[in-house]
Every structure is written in C-alpha cells, then in structure tokens.
Nanobody, 123 residues
C-alpha cells in the first residue's frame, strides 16, 4: 500500500487545517487507516483512525472534539479535519495503515506509513 499525504501548513492558533491521505496499491489489505503525529523530541503518537470495514472511528483524547476523520470511498482517501488548533498540535503528521484488526493502535502496529506532512500552529 502506498500512501500520499497532503494538506499540512502553517496556521494560527484557533484555526483549521484539513489533511488528506490517498491510498493506492493493495488497498484490499487495509483494515484501519489513520493518522499519527510526532512533535520534536517526542514519540510518534496516535491521533485518529477509521475502520475500512465498518467506518468506526477512534480518536486520541488530546484531539477529541476538535478533529474529525472521514473516508472517501471513491478515492480511497481519508481526510482529517482539524479545528480549534493549538500550538501543541504542532508536529509532523503521518498517514498510516494497519492490515489487521486492532483494539488500540500503537505506532509499532502500523504496516504502512506515508511521508509526513508538517503542521505548524503559531500562538
């Protein structure tokens, strides 16, 4: 599976950004698709995910209520709408795929990674 992410950039605190990730290749192997982020000096952390089978979603507590993940079936694309952004949301965001069912999704359980896209939130 190949993942192509887009949509990062610079935004002021309180603003919004929309990230997109297009999957190609062996998309039949996707079970979950989602986003992680990694801030400087920190571990890569889970942000949000959507199930490829039943469209159920899961969010990190730190973004719940501010972030919405959605799927565009026709384009094999997952979107991450981020609102009310905070400076602590600044990180490189990575699109990710897991090819097996997961209850929780640690970074180590990821099967495919996209290249990161930088999100910078200024105060």
């Amino acid at each position: 599976v190949q993942l192509q992410a887009s949509g990062g950039g610079l935004v002021q605190a309180g603003g919004s950004l929309r990230l997109s990730c297009a999957a190609s290749g062996r998309t039949s192997s996707i079970y979950h698709m989602g986003w992680f982020r990694q801030a400087p000096g920190k571990d890569r952390e889970f942000v949000a995910a959507i199930s490829w089978t039943d469209y159920s979603t899961n969010y990190a507590d730190s973004v719940k209520g501010r972030v919405t993940i959605s799927r565009d079936n026709a384009k094999n694309t997952v979107n991450l709408q981020m609102n009310s952004l905070k400076p602590e949301d600044t990180a490189v965001y990575y699109c990710a795929v897991a090819s097996h069912r997961l209850r929780t999704w640690p970074a180590g359980a990821t099967d495919y990674w996209g290249k990161g896209t930088l999100v910078t939130v200024s105060s």
